[in-house]
């Protein structure tokens, strides 16, 4: 059964693609289309070759957002999708150390971090000084929450912080003049690995500026550096409690009240780096937190982040085998980041995030072949990001046909602002937005420490396709159509496309299998 079967069963245009999504999930044939179909052009067989049409449309699909015009111009120049991969993780790399470029109106997102503190502060004393009983007007701060024009009202400061990362989070995967492509997608697949959540109070200020400054300007350099920058900024200080984690000895000495706090050190080593298998036990997660006692946030100094020795539990730690300190002048923060680059550049750890990596990037199950040699070249490398990923873009398994992604929400949500080239219409945002958050995966708003699923299995469903297709039907309404797109959809595709009026035609073209799989 393809497309155009389904086309004939189904009168309503939403349950066309729904019930074609469901099918392909299954299997559902997509044989190539043939020279006869209108606007058609010859789709070759696939092979794991990365050469020709069906390897120009993984590449850009994978590490980009999704096919723009300018995209597909560029690596049919190439005319060797692999050269144009590698090209991308290159400008990536060199725009991860670069200062972004952000829309005039959310560079604060990005301000100095004793600004946000302020920010944070005059906001606490605003609320505080409206009289009991006053109910504050919160609707109307949100129904604008996409227009940054105007001056920021202090009793709005943090959600306005909140709402400027969330657009920033979207110009930047759906305009290429905001940011790179491929580096945007790494932006993501970091903040989401060491998840902070946008909605506890202390973070929400913060959010932007620890996705610019923590997982955008480390996405692909050394990991114990990405590591060490999450550990020490105020989002993830306060996330996870770790500003309020003070050794028991300052505790039972009248100097605070707070003790012990082992939250950060179990994420940081369950979720971080080594994996919930990664030979840790409960006594090393107590080391680590005793080890990373008076690491507190700093409002003034500029990374926001200090240490206070007399919070810190003096004394030798052992965590895995390795003990702290190693000499009378490794006292105090040093400890930590000894601890932190030793777990960062553990096998255990390589193992993980190289798995992670090519779930994200090849597929939901990645060969073990491939994750096995990515993480030697993590070892080999000190978890060097960049060549990690240059030997998964050189390995078969990153352009085999046969290995299959299913965007997220959020992936969609951006692929279909790209296809439509809308990534400067803020409109658009609110809509993706909105759909992200309905479909279950609001921007920045993962509660747990464990970050979004990528996998199929958790947004492949009826209903999810339903939402999924509503959101593209609306999104393309009146769209023009990219016939540039025709040249890689299947004869299936292109039959039932050719079959629907030209106002349609984009919002079937971002419901077909090549748009929602990847």
């Not at 490794?330 to 680059?341: D, K, P, S, Y």
């Not at 072949?369 to 070892?379: E, G, H, I």
């Not at 978890?383 to 929400?409: C, E």
Request: proline share 5%.
């Amino acid at each position: 059964m393809n497309l155009q079967t389904c086309f004939n069963h189904r009168k309503s245009f939403w349950l066309l693609l729904e019930a074609c999504l469901l099918l392909s999930l299954w299997g559902c044939a997509q044989a190539p289309h043939s020279k006869s179909t209108a606007e058609a052009v010859s789709k070759p067989t696939e092979t794991h070759t990365p050469n020709g049409p069906a390897a120009e449309w993984r590449a850009i699909n994978r590490l980009t957002y999704g096919p723009t015009a300018a995209s597909i111009a560029e690596i049919k120049s190439q005319g060797n999708p692999k050269a144009w991969a590698l090209k991308q993780l290159e400008d990536a790399k060199t725009a991860s150390l670069q200062a972004p470029k952000l829309p005039a109106d959310l560079a604060s997102i990005n301000a100095s971090l004793p600004t946000i503190f302020d920010g944070a502060r005059q906001e606490r004393e605003a609320r505080a000084a409206v009289p009991a009983g006053t109910r504050i007007n919160e609707f109307v701060a949100n129904e604008r929450r996409f227009n940054f024009q105007d001056q920021v009202d202090p009793l709005f400061y943090n959600r306005t912080q909140v709402n400027k990362a969330i657009a920033w989070r979207l110009a930047s995967c759906s305009n290429d003049e905001v940011e790179q492509p491929l580096l945007a997608r790494m932006t993501e697949f970091w903040f989401n690995h060491f998840n902070v959540y946008q909605q506890k109070g202390s973070v929400r200020p913060f959010a932007g500026h620890y996705a610019i400054n923590v997982a955008r300007a480390h996405a692909l350099g050394k990991f114990e550096d990405l590591v060490l920058a999450s550990a020490k900024h105020p989002a993830m200080l306060y996330y996870l409690d770790q500003w309020l984690s003070v050794s028991p000895q300052a505790a039972r000495a009248g100097q605070n009240a707070r003790g012990l706090n082992e939250n950060y050190a179990r994420e940081l080593m369950e979720l971080h780096t080594l994996g919930v298998n990664g030979g840790y036990t409960q006594g090393d997660v107590l080391e680590l937190a005793r080890v990373l006692t008076g690491w507190t946030i700093s409002p003034r100094s500029a990374d926001g982040f200090q240490f206070v020795m007399r919070l810190h539990e003096s004394g030798s730690k052992s965590v895995m085998g390795q003990t702290v300190p190693t000499s009378a002048q490794n006292t105090g923060v040093q400890e930590g980041e000894q601890l932190i680059r030793y777990l960062a550049n553990h096998p255990a750890t390589a193992q993980r995030i190289s798995e992670r990596l090519a779930q994200y990037f090849v597929s939901d199950n990645p060969p073990k072949a491939l994750v096995d040699l990515m993480a030697q070249t993590f070892l080999n490398t000190r978890g060097d990001i960049y060549q990690v990923m240059s030997v998964m873009l050189g390995h078969t398994a990153f352009w085999d046909p046969a290995n299959k992604l299913y965007r997220t929400p959020y992936d969609f949500a951006c692929a279909s602002m790209r296809v439509l080239n809308a990534g400067q219409d803020r409109t658009k945002w609110l809509q993706s937005f909105g759909y992200a958050a309905v479909a279950g995966q609001a921007i920045q708003n993962w509660q747990t420490p464990d970050g979004y699923s990528f996998n199929a299995s958790t947004w492949l469903t009826p209903e999810a396709l339903t939402r999924r297709i509503d959101f593209a039907l609306n999104i393309a309404r009146n769209s023009s159509e990219r016939t540039d797109l025709y040249p890689y959809l299947s004869e299936s595709t292109l039959k039932a496309l050719m079959s629907q009026m030209p106002v349609q035609r984009m919002g079937f073209v971002l419901g077909s299998s090549e748009l929602v799989f990847k």
